[in-house]
């Protein structure tokens, strides 16, 4: 891939939330497409990435990471969005971190550390919002990464209780070196139905010098002006979306929403040009679809087994069989069918 000198800055932007399973490449480019600066990935484990071996796909035009094991795809980029994309990792350790950090920088754009999962998964192995509680590791593990790797390095957080105490937390992590943090106004035990505690994302922007990205907003999000809306209320200058882009990502445009069948149609074709996973490429569209899975139309979308079935619902199989055919022949191999 080409090199670039550009580094990427973290003020003024919209940006796509970190989401597991939703923030995957077809996702990305199109919400690129629709205006997103900044796209970052679902968070990526530091082992599963350690596991991994680094592929210049010549087919499709990507850097593939692939499981060393089953060469299922860890993690897919390419040059369109290489200046733009974040890699979010979850991670309880500093030389992992940068292990993978050394072996990611000449391919992404920035890398965030997630420091807000609340999952059990995450919080049993000492990631995500288990390292609130733990600045010591917390600052170790930034600080390793901003003296050891030449693109920024961010994290994501959640706030407590207290603003005051949320603004000492987020001094510490200023102090590492890092180039934003991205604030959930909302805490660990809270869940996406509590308000967000816009006044305190505020509170520490006016308070701290590098660029708070406000996050938390989806729910009052429907249109591109309640983004804007959003980030005066936080008083940002960037913000971070991530339920209203799943549900719908031309969000992203300043022209306003695009209606669904038209985002599924255009995230099928990336998701076809870039041999997407059926079951991964089902998902995001199932969260696009919502409540219309129940329709006839949905009910049949739901029997869907592979890639080209997804894509004769949105007349788009011979687009899909022709890009497959050609893809075999020269020797991708896809996992075909969603295993249930
Ligand atoms: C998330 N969120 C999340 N956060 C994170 O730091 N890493 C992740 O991998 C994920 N995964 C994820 C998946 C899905 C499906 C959702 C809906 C959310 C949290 C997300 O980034 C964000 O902090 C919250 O959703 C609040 O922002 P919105 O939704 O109000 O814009």
Not at 38 to 43: A, G, K, L
């Amino acid at each position: 891939m080409t090199k670039t000198t550009e580094k990427l800055t973290y003020d003024n932007k919209i940006i796509l939330a970190p989401m597991v399973r939703v923030g995957t490449l077809p996702m990305r480019l199109l919400s690129l497409d629709h205006g997103a600066d900044i796209v970052y990935t679902e968070e990526l484990i530091d082992w599963k990435f350690l596991k991994s071996i680094r592929r210049e796909n010549d087919v499709l035009g990507t850097v593939d990471y692939l499981d060393k094991s089953d060469g299922t795809v860890v993690f897919r980029t390419c040059p369109r969005e290489k200046n733009r994309v974040v890699v979010q990792l979850g991670t309880c350790d500093p030389q992992r971190a940068l292990k993978v950090a050394k072996m990611i920088e000449n391919d992404v754009a920035g890398i965030d550390i997630n420091m807000g999962c609340p999952k059990e998964f995450s919080l049993k192995g000492g990631m995500g919002a288990a390292l609130l509680k733990q600045p010591e590791k917390a600052k170790s593990i930034l600080s390793t990464l901003t003296q050891n790797v030449k693109i920024p390095i961010t994290c994501k957080i959640r706030v407590f209780e207290s603003a005051e105490e949320t603004l000492d937390l987020v001094k510490e992590l200023v102090s590492t070196g890092i180039s934003a943090i991205a604030i959930h106004g909302r805490t660990k035990a809270e869940r996406p139905q509590h308000p967000n505690r816009n006044a305190t994302i505020k509170f520490i922007a006016e308070n701290v010098s590098i660029p708070v990205v406000a996050n938390g907003g989806s729910k009052e999000i429907e249109k591109y002006q309640d983004i804007i809306k959003f980030k005066e209320e936080c008083g940002c200058s960037s913000v971070m979306i991530a339920r209203a882009a799943e549900a719908n990502c031309s969000i992203f445009r300043k022209q306003g929403l695009l209606d669904i069948e038209t985002v599924i149609e255009q995230y099928l074709k990336y998701a076809i040009d870039y041999d997407n996973s059926p079951s991964n490429t089902k998902y995001c569209i199932q969260n696009i679809l919502k409540e219309l899975q129940e329709t006839p139309r949905g009910k049949k979308f739901l029997e869907c087994q592979t890639l080209e079935q997804i894509c004769a619902i949105w007349d788009l199989a011979d687009y899909c069989r022709k890009k497959q055919l050609q893809f075999h022949s020269q020797g991708i191999l896809s996992r075909r069918e969603i295993t249930p």
